[in-house]
């Protein structure tokens, strides 16, 4: 056995000869998938919905009862004019206004196409956007209905979440709070570890002995590698058998990108921490770049609604490709194949970062 | 293969940090087994010196050969072949005794089957024994220096460098660890001790006193006496240390 697996037996030795470490290991991944959903969720519910049907066909009633029956929508009121509704709208006594335009029924019979309007009142965002979003997908699936599978839409809606056929938010958030757990384990415990032996001052009692420095970032990089796959299976284990996540199968994939992912995180945080020479330092160092990592790409928010700008930054944030792997595989069930640009990204940035973490890490000053 | 006589070979050694010239320009060299004192007031530029000697700082001229290496170009090499205890307690506080003497002696290479004669044995000449799994961090000042040094030598190395070894401990166990000192160099290892106790000067083959990052006087303790006309280590420290710019 060489340095490396001393340094292992140690740092296994120090991880649960503290009685507070691994009981974080479990109890992180536990409560962050099992009450983070519960809580942090956009999901919208009862939102009031005011009906225009210039129509009055029978067409257009079933798509009203269609809307209804949905549950996430309740009748406010029903108008003859839009300028009526606005005014329903402007009092608060409404959230979204659908608009059936005049004739739908007969273009639509006729194989023509005819548009809904919708208004949502964006006040509260996220009520008016998402139920918008909600309502789109409805009327989205009705016309699929009337034309039959295979023939172009005749009433055309903007789709928004054509993979999430319940439509449910709790499905978004899961895999980004699966990357949480791997951000947390991967990245922040061998960060924090470095940087107290650099504060107790055992570091320089490694570097002064013949233990070359790859072996002790290993020791590091692998110890808590093992540990992060440990809380990202328990975290994996929650999204397949409590919110049936990944039911197409996908395991390879999602754990291959996980490990990519860990060895990303690990290696930033080796960085971090050559570069820091207290705790506190590097905390809020991790936390910074940590947020980045979260609120800019897209694990939370979908891409596609950013500014063009930060857009083209979610390129440059390896959680962009992990997130993409992840939704794809959990709820379209894709494969390496289908990925191959994000699987090509992810080693990318895990192989940069860990040649710069090596580089940077000096036992002679 | 006839060991050189000198462990330590430094000429022009000098360490500048931007203006600041930590150590400047020294020159010495350690015979193999002897007790060589490093001596100087705080600030003075002792532990920057032995970080060269260590390969943990690099030097910004000047050269200096270690256990017969390079200190530019082979400190890794240098590193097996010496041990290192800091004036900062520097073992996993978290771990035990044991645990400790085990690390280090499988990461110097003591094969397997002697390591835990070794420690047994160690532990055993410092009497805690009874220690064997206490966790680190809970025992007093003084045996904790104790068993750095233990682990510092666990490998049996050529030269055991040991920076402010008995800072913060009372007297008693001051004059306790010079006898593991003793002890060690008994046993063929060189011993390389930097303090600022004069009296502990006495207790070394030769010294060197270094003052504003020069060496201004190596010597046997004896000889630097009768030199500077002095009746101890402290005074001859105070003749040379009126000179200097540097002070706390």
Redesign the interface.
């Known amino acids: 056995?060489g340095?490396f697996?001393?340094?292992m037996?140690?740092e296994a030795?120090?991880f649960f000869?503290?009685p507070f470490m691994p009981m974080v290991l479990i109890l992180l991944p536990l409560l962050l998938m099992l009450v983070v959903p519960l809580a942090a969720n956009m999901e919208v519910r009862d939102v009031r919905v005011t009906v225009v049907d210039r129509d009055r066909s029978v067409l257009s009633a079933e798509l009203t009862d269609r809307i209804f029956e949905s549950g996430y929508f309740v009748p406010a009121s029903y108008e003859d004019t839009y300028d009526a509704a606005m005014d329903e709208l402007g009092r608060g006594n409404t959230d979204i206004i659908v608009e059936i335009p005049e004739g739908m029924e007969r273009t639509v019979g006729r194989g023509g196409n005819a548009e809904i309007f919708i208004a949502a009142n964006a006040v509260n965002s996220t009520k008016g956007s998402i139920g918008g979003g909600y309502l789109s997908s409805i009327v989205t699936s009705f016309s699929e209905g009337i034309s039959g599978a295979g023939n172009s839409l005749p009433l055309k809606v903007v789709p928004q979440f054509k993979y999430n056929p319940h439509i449910e938010y709790k499905l978004f958030m899961v895999p980004a709070l699966m990357i949480v757990v791997i951000v947390l384990v991967g990245g922040f415990f061998p960060t924090l570890s470095i940087v107290t032996e650099k504060e107790?001052?055992?570091i320089?009692?490694?570097?002064?002995?013949?233990?070359?420095k790859r072996d002790f970032i290993f020791s590091k990089v692998v110890f808590y590698g093992i540990l992060g796959i440990f809380a990202f299976t328990i975290s994996f284990l929650i999204a397949h058998f409590v919110y049936g996540l990944a039911s197409n199968g996908g395991l390879l994939e999602i754990y291959v990108s996980a490990m990519i992912f860990l060895v990303f995180m690990a290696g930033f945080g080796l960085i971090i921490s050559n570069y820091s020479d207290t705790l506190l330092q590097s905390v809020f160092m991790m936390f910074f770049f940590v947020l980045v990592f979260m609120l800019m790409s897209g694990i939370f928010t979908p891409v596609s609604s950013m500014e063009t700008w930060s857009q083209y930054v979610t390129y440059c944030l390896p959680t962009r490709y992990f997130v993409n792997i992840l939704r794809a595989v959990c709820l379209k069930g894709s494969s390496f194949a289908d990925l191959q640009f994000d699987f090509i990204m992810l080693s990318v940035f895990a192989a940069v970062i860990n040649a710069v973490a090596v580089i940077t890490y000096r036992?002679?000053? | 293969m006839e060991k050189d006589e000198f462990v330590i070979e430094v000429e022009h050694l000098t360490k500048r940090f931007g203006n600041f010239t930590a150590v400047d320009d020294i020159t010495f060299d350690v015979r193999r087994g002897e007790i060589f004192g490093f001596l100087g007031a705080n600030g003075a530029g002792k532990t920057t010196a032995m970080?060269m000697l260590?390969?943990?700082?690099?030097p910004t001229s000047g050269t200096g050969h270690v256990a017969g290496f390079d200190i530019r170009t082979q400190?890794?090499l240098i590193?097996?072949h010496?041990g290192?205890m800091?004036q900062?307690?520097?073992?996993?506080?978290?771990?035990t005794v044991n645990?400790n003497m085990?690390?280090?002696a499988?990461?110097?290479?003591v094969p397997?089957n002697e390591v835990k004669t070794r420690i047994d044995m160690l532990l055993d000449r410092l009497s805690l024994s009874a220690e064997k799994n206490s966790?680190v961090k809970d025992l007093p000042q003084g045996w904790k220096q104790k068993i750095a040094f233990s682990v510092a030598i666990i490998h049996k190395p050529e030269i055991v460098f040991l920076d402010e070894p008995t800072g913060g401990v009372d007297p008693a166990a001051r004059r306790q660890f010079w006898e593991l000192i003793y002890e060690a160099v008994d046993e063929g290892i060189t011993a390389f001790v930097t303090t600022h106790y004069m009296d502990e000067a006495e207790y070394c083959n030769r010294i060197s006193m270094m003052v504003d990052g020069r060496i201004d006087a190596l010597d046997s303790p004896a000889s630097l006496k009768e030199k500077y006309g002095a009746s101890s280590i402290a005074e001859v420290f105070d003749i040379l240390a009126r000179g200097a710019e540097r002070s706390e």
């Open positions: 056995m340095a697996g001393y340094l037996i140690k030795k120090q000869g503290n107790k001052g055992t320089e009692q490694i570097n002064v002995s013949p233990v070359r036992k002679q000053s | 970080r260590t390969g943990l700082s690099f400190s890794e590193k097996k010496i290192y800091s900062k307690f520097a073992l996993y506080g978290d771990l645990d085990e690390l280090f499988g990461i110097y290479g397997r966790p």
